[in-house]
């Protein structure tokens, strides 16, 4: 089978192979286990790889490049209409050659992927929708229409579309999904916490307007402010991290937030194991696996009411729901703070419910999804 991916994730050339994003080469990895060849349609960039990207596994590997586009300036976007006709010719030519195509969306790539496959109606397709499939949520009209396309079984054949989230009133080719980090063997019971004293908070996400990381760290500060004995590890890195280091200075908060940069997997999971809480108050997710990563290991999800998080936190049973306003999340998650027995309860649930979600079982989904 020659399984072709069309995507928008830069791709680095690493010998035979190619490195990208980890969480996404980790899970292409599974599908690339049950197929004969490899192509990949992607830009490609060219450098070192870093602790968050890492290669591709697969001995039949190649990658057509193509341009990455985006229309966020005047300039961009001429060359993105200027170099589209190529990316087209380049999408359809690898489809035509494929037996089993699969999309990457949302993404303007993906997008136009969406339109490619339309013109090959028996082939067989699935799409991995990562971003956030609410019906109700208001969106960027690409990811709106590309959501259409997907769903629209007329122009879309053959095809299953992978989202997260269960969602009423969608057409028979979406399908709820998810996706794992952890296998069956690294299932443990969690330790059960101690809330009545130091309570240690992780923040695990890019230092990006649209993860809130000044939100977290401002409902930490307030939580300090409330008297209680609390200390936030970040993780992760981006353009916002000078000014969050700036404001932790400048508020004397270096003793009670630390930001840590990426960190290989190992590193986070220990330091999961060692939290009470994890908090994303983010602006939008998919399936945020930062969360269901924290989840595994008993530590309680304090998110905002986006995408299918309400589903992932069953509507407040497996960890707190927030709303994105400083003194409302702070009101909650303080309230949340003085039942200690709940908080275990929450924390046992949040454990037992992410532990289902395995790498071994998301490895089986994927099996029936490319054999069947």
């Avoid at 008297?227 to 700036?246: A, P, R, S, T």
């Avoid at 939008?284 to 309400?310: D, H, N, Q, R, Y």
């Amino acid at each position: 089978m020659n399984f072709l991916i069309i995507s928008h994730v830069k791709h680095k050339p690493n010998g035979s192979t190619y490195a990208a994003y980890a969480p996404y080469v980790r899970e292409m990895n599974l599908w690339l286990k049950y197929v004969d060849k490899v192509t990949i349609v992607a830009p490609k960039i060219i450098g070192k790889s870093t602790p968050i990207e890492i290669d591709y596994k697969h001995t039949d590997i190649k990658l057509k490049t193509i341009p990455a586009i985006q229309f966020t300036s005047i300039k961009h976007s001429i060359m993105a209409l200027l170099n589209m006709p190529m990316i087209l010719w380049t999408i359809f030519k690898a489809c035509k050659r494929a037996d089993h195509i699969h999309l990457r969306c949302p993404g303007n790539i993906g997008l136009l992927g969406c339109f490619v496959q339309i013109l090959f109606p028996k082939k067989s397709k699935t799409a991995k929708y990562a971003g956030n499939w609410d019906p109700n949520t208001i969106q960027p009209k690409s990811y709106r229409l590309q959501k259409w396309l997907l769903s629209n079984t007329l122009l879309t054949k053959n095809m299953q579309v992978l989202v997260y989230g269960d969602w009423k009133n969608q057409t028979k080719n979406i399908k709820s999904f998810f996706t794992a980090t952890f296998t069956n063997s690294e299932i443990e019971q969690p330790i059960e916490r101690d809330y009545s004293s130091k309570l240690k908070f992780i923040f695990v996400g890019s230092l990006v307007v649209g993860k809130r990381p000044l939100l977290t760290i401002k409902i930490i500060e307030a939580i300090i402010a409330k008297g209680k004995d609390v200390h936030l590890n970040m993780y992760g890195d981006g353009v916002l991290k000078e000014e969050l280091q700036d404001y932790i200075t400048a508020n004397n908060l270096n003793e009670y937030i630390t930001l840590h940069g990426n960190q290989e997997k190992n590193v986070v999971k220990k330091a999961l194991k060692e939290a009470h809480f994890s908090i994303l108050p983010s602006k939008s997710e998919g399936w945020p696996k930062a969360i269901a990563e924290a989840m595994f290991f008993g530590v309680i999800p304090i998110v905002t009411k986006i995408s299918c998080v309400p589903y992932m936190l069953d509507y407040g049973n497996r960890g707190v729901l927030i709303e994105p306003e400083l003194e409302s999340a702070i009101n909650s998650i303080i309230v949340e703070l003085s039942i200690e027995d709940a908080l275990k309860h929450k924390a046992s649930k949040a454990a037992a419910w992410s532990q289902h979600y395995t790498l071994d079982v998301f490895e089986s989904e994927i099996y029936k999804l490319i054999k069947n």
